[in-house]
């Protein structure tokens, strides 16, 4: 729809008098420690946030059993008790225009070595333009984004002609089942906007691998070390395993194995030993040792093939000689997900990147993403078209992880001029 020139200044007008605020909402959310199975302060304080919109919380349980047969479902790491998701919808007096979902990630994963940060984790702070904490970049200050935007129609007396959802998740960095169980739970949007960072810059998803969790324990024979070669050595016969991956990544990486939406990205398929653990004494051979891995999924490619694939590797590694008289569990927990290509001109989409350009005098650089968002699910699952972009962050899921704060403000202002187009606008109540 087309926006009423004093509308769309009075909107804007808004937005640069709620930066602050919103930069505050920030630091608050940011303070959240919500790692795997402690989301509850922050989706507490969403839940907040919504109510302060004048809108009503609700919680969406994440139901395993409700949601395995679904394609899009990934095996959990642990239970779903006191981690319900919340969200919340405005819905309009006269619907006019189309409806939206507004949908971001409250999780983050873990901090790593404290010490190795210039102030505490989840004690954000602003320097040099920047603000500095675990998930501040992935993906809070895009959450803000997106309720300071609606927040900044309301400020200008205007609210949307259409319904308009909040979604806010958890497991996004691990499953995705937080998303599934939204989506499902709530009625389809003609399209969803999800404010995910950016590659150090501004930028649109425009495809992204899918990625599975595989986790592989190899248990050997201890034995002291003064009869070493009596033992079975868990921690060699496991790196063993992990050479077998190194070679398989390579190989996922041939140039005829790549999809054109990944043309010009330098190793898109990446297999990383995310966590190990093994061994028990300096002095004696190690009795169990685990691999953690996470293995890309090129498009033209499955999880369920990929699943195989690890399958393959895993078995074919029982004959080395490291292996020999070893015991080896293969499981799969965490991410079962398939790549996804975005609808680069799907409606949602252009508009973002014209209102972006418009407002800033950049544009947003097409993104092909070697992770993954939640975003496949609408796309894969509903059909429903993702503008899936996000402030420029630095560092995510590494130290010192921040987010641009003039970056996060054209991301706020995109989205409500964005938002405003396409649900059209009434008076506020």
Request: glycine share 10%.
């Amino acid at each position: 729809m087309t926006l009423d020139p004093g509308a769309r200044r009075a909107i804007l007008d808004a937005c640069d008098a709620l930066r602050g605020e919103g930069e505050q909402g920030l630091m608050r959310l940011v303070r959240c420690p919500s790692t795997l199975g402690n989301e509850a302060s922050a989706l507490n304080e969403m839940a907040r946030v919504y109510e302060s919109l004048g809108l009503t919380p609700q919680r969406v349980p994440t139901d395993p059993a409700a949601l395995a047969g679904h394609p899009g479902f990934s095996p959990p790491l642990i239970g779903y008790e006191g981690r319900d998701n919340v969200v919340a919808v405005h819905r309009p007096r006269a619907v006019k225009g189309r409806s939206l979902a507004l949908q971001g990630h409250v999780d983050v994963v873990p901090e790593g070595a404290e010490d190795e940060w210039t102030t505490p984790p989840y004690a954000p702070e602003i320097r040099g333009g920047r603000m500095y904490g675990r998930g501040a970049g992935d993906m809070k200050a895009g959450i803000l984004s997106y309720v300071t935007a609606f927040r900044a129609l309301k400020l200008a007396g205007l609210q949307p002609a259409a319904e308009v959802q909040m979604q806010s998740v958890i497991e996004e960095e691990c499953t995705g089942n937080g998303a599934l169980a939204c989506m499902l739970a709530m009625p389809k949007t003609d399209a969803v906007i999800i404010p995910e960072p950016g590659p150090g810059l501004p930028a649109m998803y425009s495809a992204e691998v899918g990625v599975v969790w595989a986790w592989v324990t190899v248990t050997g024979r201890p034995a002291h070390v003064r009869d070493k070669q009596a033992g079975v050595n868990a921690v060699e016969a496991a790196m063993s395993i992990w050479t077998r991956f190194e070679a398989y990544e390579r190989d996922m990486n041939r140039g005829e194995l790549i999809h054109p939406s990944f043309r010009g990205v330098n190793h898109p398929v990446n297999v990383n030993l995310g966590t190990f653990t093994g061994g028990e004494w300096n002095s004696s051979v190690p009795t169990r040792a685990t691999l953690g891995l996470r293995v890309g999924v090129m498009m033209g490619n499955t999880a369920a093939s990929v699943r195989a694939d690890i399958e393959r590797i895993v078995e074919s590694a029982r004959g080395d000689g490291a292996l020999k008289g070893a015991k080896v569990k293969l499981e799969f927990k965490g991410f079962m997900a398939d790549p996804c290509v975005f609808d680069m001109q799907a409606e949602i989409v252009q508009a973002s990147m014209t209102n972006f350009a418009d407002l800033t005098g950049h544009e947003l650089r097409k993104y092909p993403a070697t992770g993954l968002t939640d975003g496949r699910f609408f796309a894969l699952y509903q059909d429903t078209p993702v503008a899936c972009f996000g402030p420029d962050a630095q560092d995510i899921h590494g130290i010192d992880e921040s987010v641009g704060m003039d970056s996060m403000h054209d991301i706020t202002r995109t989205i409500a001029i964005t938002m405003a187009e396409w649900c059209g606008v009434e008076a506020s109540a």
